[in-house]
């Protein structure tokens, strides 16, 4: 072969090899709400409709035991914390056939009324898995065979178990894992993300954790962090946690959902009559507040903003489309499906009803509910207590659709064929 198609070839397949690592990332739900925070997936390919029976199921897990915990997946593993032994445990699946690897516990099952177990994401970077259970118990685990790297109570931080568990998802940014104790050393901390050693903890603010998970801000200064708490939704440096903005927030009872971050703005929004609100930060950190209405008020099903739209579920209103730079109501639609979580992938939401368990999927459009497929979760546990339901969020990765439900762990196969 000649040496210039020799150094062609050569080029050839190491594009290919690059486009083909890209499209594997693209296919990852690394952490809480996906690769970004937002519950946005980049995959194509998918099913825009499903059959009358919904799509086929290609396995379920049957022993994750007790928990609200979601998964993540990264490339042929599944990441996701349940309960077994007495413990709670962080699993690891094959995504592609469901079977068990390992399993890491990592302390003592949280118990409630609500249900018992651990409650949030575990996040994927590198070799590594962070996982927080909901006693406060924060892991670092190597990903082949789930043993321990460190371990860091939020009570060895002055936190205060909340009164629903701690469910917040931890945030990895460079060498730092993004985490909230809550209580008077610092609601805010920051820790080594390779030894778990504290970094730094917001002296500023003493409130005390609540649900919601850190996101990070593109503001025009950097990146800075941002976490929504009862009472005010703050701003902080990701350096040395300085605290750069706050705006008060009227929360009650549990304040859940993630902040939605674009650009210097931010919005904000959690249940039991509070509402939502749309925040812009200028070069100063001045905080201006550019509509502040009840059009939304998510409870924990999550909000996805989807180009110039809000979606997701509104206490007492519906499923809700909203401008994301004016507040106003696009359309509702309160009859079509119960209270739940909502997630995005290839032009279409997947909409999850808490109380039956209906999985339904809707084209993502401002112009109103169009329902593409239905189907129903079966079997569903025994082992949720009374007053729960079924509040996992659907997670789309690699043409695979994941669902949970306490022990069970549902995966479809939503792959256009």
Request: proline fraction near 5%; charge should be negative.
């Given at each position: 072969?000649h040496?210039?198609?020799?150094?062609?070839?050569?080029?050839?397949?190491?594009?290919a090899?690059?486009?083909?690592?890209?499209?594997?990332?693209?296919?990852d739900?690394?952490?809480?709400?996906?690769?970004?925070?937002?519950?946005?997936s980049?995959?194509?390919?998918?099913?825009?409709?499903?059959?009358?029976?919904g799509?086929?199921?290609?396995w379920?897990?049957?022993?994750?035991?007790?928990?609200?915990?979601?998964?993540?997946?990264?490339?042929?593993?599944?990441?996701?914390?349940?309960?077994?032994?007495?413990?709670?445990?962080?699993?690891?699946?094959n995504?592609?056939?469901?079977?068990?690897?390992?399993s890491?516990?990592?302390?003592?099952?949280?118990?409630n009324?609500?249900?018992?177990?651990?409650?949030?994401?575990?996040t994927?970077?590198?070799?590594?898995?962070?996982?927080?259970?909901?006693?406060?118990?924060?892991?670092?685990?190597?990903?082949?065979?789930?043993?321990?790297?460190?371990?860091?109570?939020?009570?060895?931080?002055?936190?205060e178990?909340?009164?629903?568990?701690y469910?917040?998802?931890?945030?990895?940014w460079?060498?730092?894992?993004?985490?909230?104790?809550?209580?008077?050393?610092?609601?805010?901390?920051?820790?080594?993300?390779?030894?778990?050693?504290?970094?730094?903890?917001?002296?500023?603010?003493?409130?005390?954790?609540?649900?919601?998970?850190?996101?990070?801000?593109?503001?025009?200064?950097?990146?800075?962090?941002?976490?929504?708490l009862e009472?005010?939704?703050?701003g902080?440096r990701?350096?040395?946690?300085?605290?750069?903005?706050?705006?008060?927030?009227?929360?009650?009872?549990?304040?859940?959902?993630?902040?939605?971050?674009r650009?210097?703005?931010?919005?904000?929004?959690?249940?039991?009559?509070?509402?939502?609100?749309?925040?812009?930060?200028?070069?100063?950190?001045?905080?201006?507040?550019e509509?502040?209405n009840?059009?939304?008020?998510?409870?924990?099903?999550?909000?996805?903003?989807l180009g110039d739209?809000?979606?997701?579920h509104?206490?007492?209103?519906?499923?809700?489309?909203?401008?994301?730079?004016?507040?106003k109501?696009?359309?509702q639609?309160?009859?079509?499906l119960?209270?739940?979580?909502?997630?995005?992938?290839?032009?279409h939401?997947?909409?999850l009803?808490?109380?039956?368990?209906?999985?339904?999927?809707?084209?993502?459009?401002?112009?109103?509910?169009?329902e593409q497929g239905?189907?129903t979760?079966?079997p569903q546990t025994?082992?949720?207590?009374?007053?729960?339901?079924?509040?996992?969020?659907?997670?789309i990765?690699?043409?695979r659709?994941?669902?949970r439900?306490?022990?069970?762990?549902y995966?479809?196969?939503?792959?256009?064929k």
């Amino acid at each position: 072969m000649h040496r210039t198609s020799k150094f062609v070839l050569a080029v050839f397949l190491a594009l290919a090899f690059v486009s083909t690592s890209l499209v594997a990332d693209q296919a990852d739900w690394p952490q809480w709400r996906g690769m970004n925070r937002d519950d946005l997936s980049s995959e194509s390919g998918l099913l825009q409709s499903w059959p009358e029976e919904g799509p086929p199921r290609a396995w379920l897990f049957e022993n994750c035991g007790l928990g609200y915990a979601g998964p993540a997946v990264v490339g042929d593993r599944l990441y996701i914390l349940g309960t077994r032994d007495g413990q709670e445990q962080l699993f690891c699946l094959n995504a592609t056939s469901g079977n068990e690897v390992w399993s890491t516990p990592i302390g003592q099952i949280y118990e409630n009324s609500w249900g018992d177990g651990p409650r949030s994401t575990p996040t994927v970077v590198d070799d590594l898995v962070y996982a927080m259970g909901a006693q406060g118990n924060l892991v670092c685990v190597h990903r082949g065979d789930g043993s321990v790297v460190w371990k860091k109570s939020m009570q060895d931080l002055s936190g205060e178990i909340p009164t629903w568990g701690y469910a917040e998802s931890p945030l990895v940014w460079n060498e730092l894992v993004f985490c909230t104790p809550g209580g008077t050393n610092g609601t805010i901390a920051a820790l080594d993300r390779m030894t778990g050693k504290k970094v730094w903890q917001t002296s500023e603010l003493t409130d005390l954790a609540h649900y919601s998970s850190i996101v990070l801000m593109d503001h025009s200064t950097g990146k800075i962090g941002v976490q929504l708490l009862e009472k005010q939704v703050v701003g902080f440096r990701i350096d040395d946690g300085k605290l750069l903005w706050s705006s008060p927030w009227p929360g009650s009872v549990a304040v859940i959902p993630t902040p939605i971050v674009r650009g210097n703005q931010v919005y904000i929004t959690s249940g039991y009559g509070a509402g939502c609100q749309l925040l812009s930060v200028a070069d100063d950190y001045s905080v201006t507040s550019e509509y502040d209405n009840k059009v939304m008020g998510n409870h924990h099903g999550g909000v996805v903003l989807l180009g110039d739209h809000l979606y997701g579920h509104s206490d007492k209103k519906g499923w809700t489309c909203q401008d994301f730079a004016t507040g106003k109501k696009v359309w509702q639609e309160r009859q079509v499906l119960g209270k739940g979580a909502i997630a995005y992938a290839d032009n279409h939401f997947f909409c999850l009803s808490e109380d039956e368990g209906e999985v339904v999927l809707i084209a993502a459009t401002p112009e109103a509910w169009k329902e593409q497929g239905r189907f129903t979760l079966s079997p569903q546990t025994e082992l949720r207590k009374p007053r729960g339901k079924i509040w996992v969020h659907p997670v789309i990765a690699d043409g695979r659709l994941y669902l949970r439900d306490q022990e069970y762990v549902y995966c479809y196969d939503v792959r256009a064929k």
